[in-house]
């Protein structure tokens, strides 16, 4: 079997399934647009094919608005992977520091967007950073958990025998630990994409002058249903793409790991 009919399998499942969702979707909006006795209208649900055409209808403005939110997107994701690592490095160099540092960063994550979201406004503005430091908190802590568990994971006597070789402790952590930590670094990059997408929607409901925040906002404030739910399908497939570009990356990086799941029983 070729590699594109495999990828062709695997999407199979959940292609037939969004497009399931999507025909029960469309039936039932239009059952109840027609019947008498609905109590929901056009605006409360519109058919998807009505929600497809009004976003296309308005590309021009949801792709202008698409764009700042890819850009704090990716900008908030990429410092978040480059701070989750110095901050992993440090924990797996230092127990004191893990043991010091690991409940601050579980700490972090329970302050829910609703709160820091209005904060970061205030204390920043509206601008770009409050965007991407935003993403970066809510981003970096699985990243920072799939690389430590990774560390920890790594072969003792792997470490053991390149340190009765004489190795310093940057080789070992080249040659052994941070291999390990790959697989688990990549699951934490996958969670961290998703959230990273929602985060940046979030902190530009609180304050923006641009992004899908603020797209779906005016167009709830406008009661257009259909483009509040364009602009969630289009938040729905750039997340989708990221997801899907982090897996890609994942199997050019660290072959051996995907070509050992296939074969494991």
Known sequence: MTALARGLRHIAAPVALVVAFFGAWELYSRWELYSRNSSIGDTVLPPVSRVIQAGWADRQSLWANTVPTLREVLIGFLVSVLFAFLISVLLDVSPKANKAVMPLLIGSQTVPLIVLAPLFVIWFGFGF???????????????????????????????????????????????????????????????????????????????????????????????????????????????????????????????WYTAARKVSP
Do not use: C, H, N, W
């Not at 935003?134 to 799939?146: I, K, M, Q, Y």
């Not at 630990?177 to 409901?205: C, K, M, N, Q």
């Not at 167009?219 to 997801?243: C, E, K, M, Q």
């Open 129 to 255: 950073f409050p965007k991407i430091l935003l993403v970066t908190l809510v981003t970096f802590f699985p990243v920072v958990v799939g690389l430590v568990d990774g560390y920890a994971s790594s072969e003792r006597d792997a470490v053991t025998l390149l340190r009765t070789m004489g190795a310093k402790t940057f080789l070992v952590f080249r040659l052994v630990r941070l291999p390990s930590a790959l697989p688990g670094f990549f699951t934490g990059l996958r969670i961290g994409i998703t959230y990273a997408v929602v985060a940046a929607i979030f902190a530009e409901y609180a304050g923006a002058v641009d992004g899908l925040g603020v797209y779906i906002q005016g167009a709830s404030g406008s009661f257009r249903t259909d483009l509040v739910l364009a602009g969630v399908l289009v938040a729905a497939t750039v997340t989708l793409i990221l997801y899907g570009l982090t897996v890609v990356l994942q199997r050019l990086t660290i072959p």
